[in-house]
Protein backbone atom coordinates (compact mmCIF):
# COMPACT_ATOMS: atom_id res chain seq x y z
CA UNK A 1 0.00 0.00 0.00
CA UNK A 2 2.87 2.37 1.07
CA UNK A 3 4.93 2.20 -2.23
CA UNK A 4 1.55 2.40 -3.65
CA UNK A 5 1.14 5.41 -2.42
CA UNK A 6 4.10 6.48 -3.35
CA UNK A 7 4.76 5.81 -6.71
CA UNK A 8 1.32 7.67 -7.23
CA UNK A 9 2.73 10.71 -5.85
CA UNK A 10 6.00 9.87 -7.94
CA UNK A 11 4.17 9.99 -11.15
CA UNK A 12 2.82 13.27 -9.80
CA UNK A 13 6.14 14.65 -9.34
CA UNK A 14 7.49 13.36 -12.39
CA UNK A 15 4.93 15.00 -14.71
CA UNK A 16 5.24 18.20 -12.49
CA UNK A 17 9.09 18.64 -13.14
CA UNK A 18 9.02 17.59 -16.52
CA UNK A 19 6.19 19.81 -17.39
CA UNK A 20 8.36 22.57 -15.74
CA UNK A 21 11.10 22.22 -18.02
CA UNK A 22 9.18 21.87 -21.29
CA UNK A 23 7.98 25.14 -20.54
CA UNK A 24 11.08 26.06 -19.98
CA UNK A 25 12.66 25.43 -23.16
CA UNK A 26 9.11 26.06 -24.94
CA UNK A 27 8.55 22.20 -26.08
CA UNK A 28 5.07 22.64 -26.66
CA UNK A 29 3.96 19.37 -27.44
CA UNK A 30 5.29 17.93 -23.82
CA UNK A 31 4.36 20.86 -22.32
CA UNK A 32 0.85 20.58 -23.76
CA UNK A 33 0.58 16.52 -23.13
CA UNK A 34 1.86 17.10 -19.34
CA UNK A 35 -0.34 20.03 -18.38
CA UNK A 36 -3.41 17.87 -19.04
CA UNK A 37 -1.53 14.90 -17.17
CA UNK A 38 -1.25 16.70 -13.72
CA UNK A 39 -4.49 16.65 -12.19
CA UNK A 40 -5.59 13.34 -13.17
CA UNK A 41 -2.10 11.84 -11.60
CA UNK A 42 -3.06 14.23 -8.11
CA UNK A 43 -6.64 12.52 -8.43
CA UNK A 44 -4.92 9.20 -8.45
CA UNK A 45 -2.76 9.82 -5.52
CA UNK A 46 -6.10 11.50 -4.20
CA UNK A 47 -7.54 8.69 -4.40
CA UNK A 48 -5.27 6.24 -3.42
CA UNK A 49 -5.15 7.60 -0.32
CA UNK A 50 -8.52 9.04 0.87
CA UNK A 51 -10.29 7.17 3.37
CA UNK A 52 -13.41 9.22 3.22
CA UNK A 53 -16.96 7.96 2.33
CA UNK A 54 -17.87 8.27 -1.34
CA UNK A 55 -20.20 11.11 -0.95
CA UNK A 56 -18.05 13.10 0.28
CA UNK A 57 -14.54 12.37 -1.47
CA UNK A 58 -17.12 12.62 -4.97
CA UNK A 59 -16.79 16.66 -4.49
CA UNK A 60 -13.16 16.17 -4.58
CA UNK A 61 -13.02 13.84 -7.86
CA UNK A 62 -15.27 16.16 -9.42
CA UNK A 63 -13.22 19.21 -8.33
CA UNK A 64 -9.97 17.62 -9.94
CA UNK A 65 -11.76 16.22 -13.14
CA UNK A 66 -12.92 20.06 -13.89
CA UNK A 67 -9.97 21.51 -12.90
CA UNK A 68 -8.33 18.84 -15.61
CA UNK A 69 -10.93 20.18 -18.33
CA UNK A 70 -9.73 23.75 -17.00
CA UNK A 71 -6.23 22.86 -17.91
CA UNK A 72 -7.10 21.74 -21.29
CA UNK A 73 -9.28 24.30 -22.84
CA UNK A 74 -6.53 27.08 -21.37
CA UNK A 75 -4.15 25.35 -23.84
CA UNK A 76 -5.76 27.55 -26.62
CA UNK A 77 -4.26 31.46 -25.51
CA UNK A 78 -6.21 33.73 -27.67
CA UNK A 79 -9.69 31.77 -27.87
CA UNK A 80 -11.97 33.51 -25.56
CA UNK A 81 -14.43 30.67 -26.01
CA UNK A 82 -11.99 28.44 -24.79
CA UNK A 83 -10.45 30.53 -22.92
CA UNK A 84 -14.50 31.19 -20.89
CA UNK A 85 -15.19 26.94 -20.76
CA UNK A 86 -11.99 27.01 -18.99
CA UNK A 87 -11.90 29.37 -16.40
CA UNK A 88 -15.98 28.36 -15.85
CA UNK A 89 -14.24 24.79 -15.13
CA UNK A 90 -12.26 26.31 -12.36
CA UNK A 91 -14.90 28.23 -10.83
CA UNK A 92 -17.06 25.58 -10.55
CA UNK A 93 -13.95 22.97 -9.32
CA UNK A 94 -13.92 25.72 -6.33
CA UNK A 95 -16.99 25.73 -5.50
CA UNK A 96 -16.93 21.80 -4.83
CA UNK A 97 -13.70 22.64 -2.25
CA UNK A 98 -15.69 24.68 -1.03
CA UNK A 99 -18.58 22.51 -0.41
CA UNK A 100 -16.77 19.77 0.67
CA UNK A 101 -14.69 22.22 3.36
CA UNK A 102 -18.01 23.38 4.59
CA UNK A 103 -18.97 20.08 5.50
CA UNK A 104 -15.99 19.70 7.88
CA UNK A 105 -16.34 23.41 9.87
CA UNK A 106 -14.88 23.67 12.75
CA UNK A 107 -14.20 26.94 13.71
CA UNK A 108 -16.47 29.37 11.57
CA UNK A 109 -15.05 32.34 13.81
CA UNK A 110 -11.42 32.08 11.64
CA UNK A 111 -13.66 32.80 8.45
CA UNK A 112 -14.09 36.13 9.87
CA UNK A 113 -10.01 37.05 10.44
CA UNK A 114 -9.36 35.68 6.63
CA UNK A 115 -12.11 37.77 5.34
CA UNK A 116 -10.50 41.12 7.24
CA UNK A 117 -6.81 39.86 5.85
CA UNK A 118 -8.62 39.79 2.20
CA UNK A 119 -10.23 42.70 2.58
CA UNK A 120 -7.12 44.76 0.98
CA UNK A 121 -6.30 42.03 -1.71
CA UNK A 122 -9.50 42.20 -3.15
CA UNK A 123 -9.41 46.11 -3.56
CA UNK A 124 -6.11 45.53 -5.37
CA UNK A 125 -7.61 42.72 -7.58
CA UNK A 126 -10.92 45.17 -8.05
CA UNK A 127 -7.87 47.55 -9.47
CA UNK A 128 -6.55 44.82 -11.57
CA UNK A 129 -9.31 43.14 -13.21
CA UNK A 130 -10.70 46.65 -14.61
CA UNK A 131 -7.88 46.30 -17.07
CA UNK A 132 -8.69 43.01 -17.99
CA UNK A 133 -10.64 41.90 -21.08
CA UNK A 134 -13.25 40.09 -18.89
CA UNK A 135 -13.31 42.07 -15.35
CA UNK A 136 -16.83 40.69 -13.75
CA UNK A 137 -16.01 37.11 -14.60
CA UNK A 138 -13.00 37.91 -13.41
CA UNK A 139 -13.44 39.19 -9.66
CA UNK A 140 -16.06 36.89 -9.01
CA UNK A 141 -13.51 34.39 -9.73
CA UNK A 142 -11.12 35.98 -7.28
CA UNK A 143 -14.03 36.38 -5.01
CA UNK A 144 -14.90 32.48 -4.54
CA UNK A 145 -11.13 31.83 -4.13
CA UNK A 146 -11.02 34.24 -1.04
CA UNK A 147 -14.49 32.42 0.49
CA UNK A 148 -12.65 29.04 -0.27
CA UNK A 149 -9.85 30.86 1.59
CA UNK A 150 -12.44 31.32 4.44
CA UNK A 151 -13.79 28.03 4.76
CA UNK A 152 -10.27 26.29 4.49
CA UNK A 153 -9.44 28.57 8.02
CA UNK A 154 -13.31 27.32 9.06
CA UNK A 155 -12.16 24.12 8.47
CA UNK A 156 -9.08 24.23 10.39
CA UNK A 157 -7.12 23.18 7.43
CA UNK A 158 -4.20 25.60 7.31
CA UNK A 159 -2.48 23.68 4.66
CA UNK A 160 -5.03 23.81 2.14
CA UNK A 161 -5.52 27.33 3.33
CA UNK A 162 -1.75 28.10 2.12
CA UNK A 163 -3.04 25.91 -1.21
CA UNK A 164 -5.43 28.44 -1.83
CA UNK A 165 -2.84 31.31 -1.28
CA UNK A 166 -0.68 30.05 -3.99
CA UNK A 167 -3.96 29.85 -6.30
CA UNK A 168 -4.78 33.30 -5.83
CA UNK A 169 -1.24 34.38 -6.49
CA UNK A 170 -0.83 31.62 -10.15
CA UNK A 171 -4.07 33.57 -11.42
CA UNK A 172 -3.13 37.36 -10.24
CA UNK A 173 0.40 36.85 -11.91
CA UNK A 174 -2.25 35.15 -15.15
CA UNK A 175 -4.44 38.17 -14.74
CA UNK A 176 -1.39 40.55 -14.77
CA UNK A 177 0.05 38.87 -18.44
CA UNK A 178 -3.20 39.24 -19.85
CA UNK A 179 -2.57 43.16 -19.85
CA UNK A 180 0.91 42.79 -20.16
CA UNK A 181 3.15 40.04 -20.18
CA UNK A 182 5.50 40.14 -17.01
CA UNK A 183 5.60 36.75 -15.68
CA UNK A 184 6.94 34.05 -17.05
CA UNK A 185 4.99 30.77 -18.06
CA UNK A 186 6.99 28.68 -15.40
CA UNK A 187 6.40 30.76 -12.38
CA UNK A 188 2.30 30.57 -13.25
CA UNK A 189 2.69 26.57 -13.55
CA UNK A 190 4.32 26.34 -10.68
CA UNK A 191 2.45 28.03 -7.94
CA UNK A 192 -0.54 26.46 -9.61
CA UNK A 193 0.79 23.07 -9.33
CA UNK A 194 1.98 23.20 -5.96
CA UNK A 195 -1.60 25.35 -5.26
CA UNK A 196 -3.28 21.95 -6.08
CA UNK A 197 -0.99 19.81 -4.26
CA UNK A 198 -1.04 21.78 -0.95
CA UNK A 199 -4.95 21.68 -1.17
CA UNK A 200 -5.29 18.32 -1.81
CA UNK A 201 -2.89 17.21 1.20
CA UNK A 202 -4.57 19.55 2.72
CA UNK A 203 -7.51 17.49 2.58
CA UNK A 204 -5.99 13.77 3.45
CA UNK A 205 -4.44 15.39 6.50
CA UNK A 206 -7.72 16.70 7.87
CA UNK A 207 -9.12 13.19 7.60
CA UNK A 208 -6.17 11.73 9.15
CA UNK A 209 -4.89 9.69 6.13
CA UNK A 210 -1.29 10.76 5.84
Not at 12 to 20: D, K, Q
Not at 44 to 70: C, D, F, N
Not at 129 to 142: C, D, G
Not at 176 to 187: A, G, H, L, M, R
Amino acid sequence: YTQSMNYQLLLFALLCVIHICARDMRMEKISRFTKVLLMPSLLWYYLSVQTEPKSLAVLVIVALVLHTIGDAFLLFPGQWLMAGIGGASFFVGHILYIRYLALHMQSPGYMLVVAILAIYPIVLAGKLVKRTPAPIPMFLYMLVLVVEAMFCAGAGDLVSLFGVVFFATSDTLLGYNSIEKKFSDVTIMATYMFAEFLIVVGFLLRQGAL
